[in-house]
């Protein structure tokens, strides 16, 4: 891979907020958290477009004694095999779980897989995390 420099100008207290931020996170240069900062532009953009395949994850936690709850996830799931490549349940306490769903797809249908989930009656939050399947990212 073949490095490019390039200059930018800003002003001087918005790069020291930054500096001070990525020196907070661990970062152990400028260049690298800006490579960070550009991938994260890309990713949300594959998003934004929603023709680009994706990956991401949906958590939802709910209870399971409400309505049907526990079999619409499932339906819902077995609907959509080619997206959902896999899912970590999890036990919260006597009623509540928590499930963790891996998604890979066109992102306009994961987006619409998610919030299918997310409206089910009994799920009480839902989240969607996007990311990039990495075939596009140097």
Known sequence: ?????????????????????????????RSEAIRDLIRDFIIRREWEVGNEEVAGTITIVYNHDEGDVVKELLDLQHEYLDEIISTLHVHMDEHNCLEVIVVKGKAKRIKMIASRLMSLKGVKHGKLVMTSTGKELL
């Open 1 to 29: 891979m073949d490095l490019v420099r390039f200059s930018i100008s800003i002003p001087a207290e918005l790069l020291e907020k930054f500096d001070r931020i990525i020196e907070e996170i661990g970062y152990e240069n």
